[in-house]
């Protein structure tokens, strides 16, 4: 285990994100691999003759091609390794699936579905009231936000270089959206692939919607998946979304999330990271005016031979704000385990109220987990806190629960749910407590088999 505490410093200037975005000495062969895809497809991808969407990709190409493939060099990658998406050999899925996969039942009363990235309008249920649907059809008529909200790193950009569709939503002000499922499929392509898909979620000032996103993928198909969300969420407005990754155990997926919460507003994110061989889960939140909140919370399952990485940044950019982080991590096998998670408060941000913790599960020897919580605070009227726990099983609950007639695998499967309670309370939409509870239900049972 390696576990690293965050400085505390007061000054002027400072690069909050110098760590993340400095370049690699040269690109990879992946990176050029994937540059000279882009080059091959730019002007036949969604708005490729369209000005400003060609500078705009054009530029996410020149950055890309300076960074590269975030390597291990670099210190917010420091604990995962991507050589092994290096390693697979990934190509664009240029045609759509052959058949459309086996979706899950309907939750929501709202449902949009992408396969391998691109929307697929046949198996989606949309809501009429406010503005829903594809990117790639609305691209055009989204100069006002697509780039806006995106921070310079090397996964976004190769995002921008090479994203064909994505979910657009717009939801007017003081309008209550509902519940609308996003669900991400992979397909069983026959040789490694790779999706970027684009999501712009953008809610109005007091207004309100719940977000369940999922994403699934087939057992033995080696893919990447690499999405970014650029979310903007106005004054007053509340934005809930919950974020249930099974993706399948070959397959990779690196998730880019930036939001920019206005005052009064509110962005609840949720993360349940279950699946994939290779995770990275990372969360970019402003709390750009007054008053404005952000809970983020999670929970990462991990059994052998997989790798799971949270990795937050929260950016209190304005007095009166407060931010709550809560990620739990329970690894099995050969896993690893890591949370990284930075809050900034900034000079303005008088009276800032956060607080930070991470607590692991190793019910393996052969487990690992890398915390480094961090606090860089400007401010003088401030309440900050973080933290980072590593343990095993309780012996003598699990002893309790044996004594009374529980047989041992069950009896650590109830103690594992137990431990996960703190993360997965704050979610109080029902659908989406249905959502979690069933992606949970018998994971130490199945790694335990």
Not at 46 to 60: C, D, V
Not at 203 to 211: E, H, P, Y
Not at 306 to 316: E, G, M, S
Not at 348 to 369: C, F, H, K, P, V
Request: charged share 20%; hydrophobic share 45%; proline share 5%.
């Amino acid at each position: 285990m390696a576990l690293e505490g965050g400085g505390l410093r007061e000054g002027g200037g400072m690069n909050a994100h110098s760590s993340n975005t400095m370049a690699s000495n040269a690109p990879s062969s992946t990176a050029r691999a994937f540059l000279a895809r882009f080059e091959g497809l730019r002007e036949h991808l969604p708005g490729g003759r369209t000005p400003w969407i060609a500078k705009l990709r054009a530029e996410a190409a020149e950055f890309f091609g300076a960074a590269g493939l975030p390597n291990r060099r670099i210190e917010a990658w420091r604990y995962t390794d991507l050589a092994p998406v290096a390693q697979a050999g990934f190509s664009e899925a240029l045609t759509l699936a052959a058949e459309a996969p086996v979706l899950p039942p309907m939750r929501a009363p709202y449902r949009a579905v992408f396969i391998d990235g691109r929307f697929a309008a046949n198996l989606s249920v949309l809501p009429d009231s406010y503005r829903c649907g594809s990117l790639a059809a609305g691209l055009e008529s989204s100069e006002e936000l697509l780039g806006k909200l995106a921070e310079k790193l090397p996964l976004v950009a190769l995002n921008t270089m090479l994203f064909e569709d994505g979910l657009l939503l717009d939801l007017p002000a003081r309008m209550d959206g509902g519940v609308l499922e996003l669900l991400s499929v992979a397909s069983h392509a026959s040789r490694p692939i790779a999706f970027h898909p684009r999501h712009l979620i953008r809610i109005g000032d007091g207004a309100t919607l719940t977000v369940i996103e999922t994403s699934l993928g087939p057992a033995g198909a080696t893919y990447l998946h690499n999405p970014v969300f650029e979310i903007a969420v106005g004054a007053g407005a509340t934005l809930s979304h919950v974020r249930i990754q099974r993706e399948g155990r070959a397959g990779f997926q690196l998730s880019t999330v930036q939001a920019c919460v206005q005052a009064g507003g509110t962005y609840d994110n949720f993360t349940l990271n279950a699946g994939a061989r290779l995770v990275r889960n990372e969360i970019h939140a402003t709390l750009a005016g007054p008053k404005a909140a952000c809970h983020m919370n999670g929970a990462q399952l991990a059994g052998d031979g997989q790798h799971a990485d949270t990795t937050t940044f929260l950016d209190h950019a304005a007095p009166d704000c407060a931010s709550r982080q809560t990620y739990k991590t329970v690894l099995a096998g050969k896993s690893r385990g890591v949370f990284q998670g930075k809050i900034l408060v900034r000079q303005a941000a008088q009276r800032t109220d956060g607080y930070q913790m991470n607590q692991a599960l190793l019910l393996s020897e052969e487990a690992e987990i890398d915390a480094k919580p961090q606090l860089e605070i400007y401010a003088d009227d401030v309440k900050c806190s973080h933290g980072a726990t590593v343990g095993a099983l309780d012996e003598t609950q699990l002893f309790y629960l044996r004594a009374r007639g529980i047989p041992a695998e069950q009896a650590r499967a109830m103690l594992v749910q137990a431990f996960l309670v703190e993360a997965v309370e704050g979610v109080t939409d029902p659908i989406a407590k249905a959502a979690l509870a069933e992606a949970t239900e018998g994971w130490w049972e199945r790694e335990a088999a």
